[in-house]
């Protein structure tokens, strides 16, 4: 009896000192793989640090290629597209006109109603309508149609408050939020698409042209009075309400800024100056590249798998369409190089662009105790169901380093915009104010983005010159702008004028 006692005995000593050493090799693993989750993390952050140096290197950067690109079509990375925009409105506008505010993956239809100086804006009505994602990258002719039905819809909802006078066409101002060779005010060919749409027999074609067709298809009779990219609009519809206007950044699905230009500052212009001696110029930034951008690993592997490699570089690492994709691809580094959701990949990890911006944003903004959002993020997107708070940490400190690099290019464009007009110095005796009107989801929404990216210009701008640069919410100017410069650019101007 005593000798299976002792036997048992021995038996269990062995087991649980076999139990001991699995944990003990268990921890020891775990602990390897969380120092790998460490240095991957620490790794992030060395690249996408962006100290007040390289953001100025960035601006000056940014202004060279401004003057390269205003020198000469093809000069620079940034188009510096002539817009023909030298005249934007005053407020002076009256009548009831049409926008279509195509951007992203929607389209907005509006209607305004102008009343002067006095009452502005008198009414407004819109509807935002979703692109089927097969129509981004199928024919023209599809996508067209579509936009034109949902016009023709809407159009068809008018009240009697939008009351067309006898013997007049409806005026529409079209935002066209790629970038387009404009030959008018409306007219232009596409250069190309960008935002992950890829309709290669819309590319050189000219868009309003295509917009019209598609309208007459459908029935409706509309004159399409300007071609707008949505920055320009966005310049319009700050400039309608605030004189000290002088830029406008949009900072959405994709990004862009335009600026009021001096006209003899354009070498590349071959007409007559205009009048008011200022063109808007329509920047298309998210072309922008310089050596001293800070990019990683998953920036240059996200370029090369994307539709348009080596292009769109500054928007690749700044816009809404791909800050929460960058995000997926290091959780995904992650998972298979520190096993950081446990012994298997999620799968859905591995799909492309499953982690939104805007559910990055969710996680980035949440103080809970125990950050349930993130946990229940996950848990919705990548079907992880267990996370532990260490790894949630870990998660938020992901969103910081991504988004703070985002805002702070953001502002180092912006300063360079500002240099290049020299609005970035106090003027001795000087009060003027410089704004920036700006829009888009990313900057509405995205709060942690948007606080940090105006702490950023004021860094750069210092204590006195910040104190005459704001930075507004135009909220959507893009599509009230583009319908007021339909208004002042209206085929009945004339005999509104002279009535």
């Not at 009075?225 to 320009?232: E, G, K, Q, R, S």
């Not at 001795?428 to 829009?439: F, N, Y």
Request: charged fraction near 20%; hydrophobic fraction near 40%; aromatic fraction near 6%.
């Amino acid at each position: 009896m005593g000798k299976v006692a002792v036997g048992a005995t021995v038996v269990c000593a062995a087991a649980v000192c076999a139990a001991s050493l699995y944990i003990v090799r268990r921890r020891m693993q775990s602990s390897g793989k969380w120092t790998r989750v460490i240095e991957i993390l620490r790794v992030l952050e060395e690249d996408c640090a962006t100290p007040i140096g390289k953001l100025r290197q960035v601006a000056d950067a940014m202004t060279v290629e401004m003057h390269a690109g205003l020198a000469s079509e093809g000069g620079s990375k940034l188009k510096m597209l002539i817009s023909y925009v030298d005249n934007l409105p005053s407020g002076d506008e009256h009548g009831f006109f049409y926008a279509l505010d195509l951007g992203g993956t929607n389209f907005r239809v509006m209607r305004v109603l102008l009343g002067g100086k006095q009452d502005r804006v008198v009414k407004q009505e819109f509807e935002e309508v979703s692109i089927p994602p097969h129509l981004m990258t199928g024919g023209s002719d599809e996508l067209f149609n579509f936009i034109a039905e949902a016009l023709a819809k809407f159009v068809a909802t008018e009240g009697e408050d939008f009351h067309l006078p006898a013997g007049r066409q409806r005026e529409l101002g079209f935002t066209f939020s790629f970038p387009v060779r404009q030959t008018s005010l409306s007219s232009g060919t596409l250069i190309k698409w960008t935002k992950g749409f890829s309709i290669e027999d819309t590319v050189g074609q000219d868009v309003v042209g295509e917009l019209i067709k598609a309208m007459e298809r459908v029935g409706l009779d509309m004159n399409v009075t300007a071609l707008v990219n949505d920055t320009v609009g966005t310049l319009a519809g700050g400039r309608y309400y605030n004189p000290d206007v002088v830029a406008a950044v949009i900072l959405g699905t994709g990004t862009n800024a335009a600026y009021v230009e001096r006209a003899h500052a354009i070498p590349k212009w071959q007409g007559l100056l205009p009048k008011s001696g200022e063109m808007v110029i329509n920047m298309e930034w998210g072309n922008f590249r310089s050596s001293h951008l800070p990019l990683t690993e998953y920036d240059h592997l996200l370029d090369f798998e994307s539709l348009n490699p080596g292009e769109q570089i500054l928007e690749k690492i700044i816009s809404g369409m791909y800050l929460g994709e960058i995000l997926r691809r290091v959780l995904l580094k992650m998972a298979e190089e520190a096993a950081f959701f446990g012994d298997s990949v999620p799968p859905k990890l591995r799909i492309p662009f499953i982690i939104r911006t805007p559910n990055m944003s969710a996680m980035h903004s949440d103080t809970s105790p125990d950050l349930k959002v993130v946990g229940s993020k996950l848990e919705d997107i990548l079907e992880v169901s267990t996370t532990s708070l260490k790894m949630r940490k870990v998660v938020i400190s992901l969103c910081n380093i991504i988004a703070t690099r985002g805002a702070r290019l953001s502002a180092a464009g912006i300063y360079g915009i500002l240099k290049k007009i020299g609005r970035d110095t106090p003027k001795d005796g000087e009060t003027q104010k410089s704004v920036i009107a700006m829009d888009g989801g990313l900057f509405e929404h995205y709060t942690q983005f948007s606080e940090c990216m105006e702490s950023s210009l004021k860094e750069l701008l210092g204590n006195e010159a910040s104190e005459s640069v704001e930075v507004i919410h135009s909220n959507d100017g893009s599509g009230v702008g583009a319908a007021l410069l339909a208004a002042s650019h209206s085929q009945y101007l004339e005999d509104s004028e002279t009535s």
